[in-house]
């Protein structure tokens, strides 16, 4: 069973070439009964595998989500989940010991227990042949989840576009990420928001210019400036098509896209929407 875990919340965002030394010590931590692995993933981020019989992902989180607080100890959901908690607080318990001395981060944070989810692959869903490109790894990894094929990039947008300009033939769907305005949301800094915004601006023409029949611009989640942290609040969705109505609206922002003709909408409405834009749904409705 694969159990994926965060370091995050570590006293800054530390460098990747700080955290995978790190990582490295991490992966020889050996405890019975249950095969340990950890991968670098960037920055303050990781991957923790266990491997063995019997584990379960119905276990709390050791972020306590206040900056200076102790990590909280894991606790089983259910009685089932008993062991697999004990096995992860002995994991903290040992990287802990490893960390003690590291100037950068001498602790770290786990959260997001899960299983691989048995999703159906897009393609089969949607009909479609679908490529992702991103610079982070961690959106790499969902998209091989949804079942896309993940073409190596650089490490910035502007790399990002260029690997969509030489893939542009070769695939009819493309999910491409960026992901600066969330680091600067959780920092709270509005004013880097902002940059990473207008710095994104320039880019919205050069995928125009390849004539996508449907090109939507979203987030998964808000993170604003004001809260330093993720939140509930919808987020902006733009759709632009030759199928298209409405009138449009003059900025991309909240209040804005809330006035649209799309108005609000649950997330799952988002590719019927881009299929029925881009012809490809034989029919609309029942």
């Keep these: ?19 995978a030394p790190i990582c490295e010590r991490l992966d020889r931590i050996e405890i019975p009964g249950v095969q340990v692995d950890v991968f670098s993933v960037q920055d303050y981020r990781f991957v923790l595998r266990l491997r063995g019989e019997g584990l379960s992902e119905l276990v709390t ?42 100037e950068k981060a001498n602790m770290l944070l786990l ?16 009909r479609l042949d679908p490529a992702a490109i991103a610079a982070y790894p961690m959106y790499r990894g969902l998209a091989t989840v949804a079942g896309m094929n993940v073409i190596a990039t650089g490490k910035n947008f502007a790399a990002e576009m260029d690997t969509l300009r030489a893939n542009w033939d070769n695939h009819d769907f493309f999910f491409i990420h960026y992901k600066p305005t969330d680091a600067a949301g959780e920092d709270g800094d509005f004013d880097a928001k ?35 942290a993720h939140s509930w609040h919808p987020v902006p969705f733009m759709l632009h098509s030759k199928m298209t109505t409405g009138q449009g609206v003059p900025t991309f922002d909240e209040q804005a896209c ?13 590719m019927v929407l881009g299929l029925s834009h881009a012809g ?5 409705g029942p």
């Excluded at 919340?9 to 070439?17: F, H, K, N, S």
């Excluded at 989500?65 to 040992?94: D, S």
């Excluded at 899960?114 to 999703?119: F, G, H, R, V």
């Design 258 to 270: 809330a006035l649209g003709a799309i108005g609000r909408i649950p997330a799952t409405s988002v």
């Design 111 to 126: 959260r997001g227990f899960a299983q691989m989810p048995n999703l159906p692959p897009m393609g089969e869903v949607y």
């Design 61 to 102: 989180e050791t972020d306590p989500q206040v900056t200076g607080a102790k990590a909280l100890e894991v606790k089983a959901l259910k009685p089932e989940a008993q062991r697999t908690a004990n096995l992860v607080n002995e994991f903290v318990k040992q990287a802990a010991q490893l960390m003690s001395e590291e």
């Design 1 to 19: 069973m694969a159990m994926v875990f965060w370091l995050t919340a570590v006293p800054g965002r530390i460098a990747t070439e700080f955290s």
């Design 194 to 228: 902002v940059r990473c915004l207008e710095e994104l601006d320039p880019f919205i023409p050069d995928i125009l210019e390849l004539e996508p029949d449907v090109l939507m611009v979203a987030g998964d989640h808000a993170t604003p400036a004001v809260m330093a």
């Design 280 to 284: 490809k749904m034989n029919k609309f």
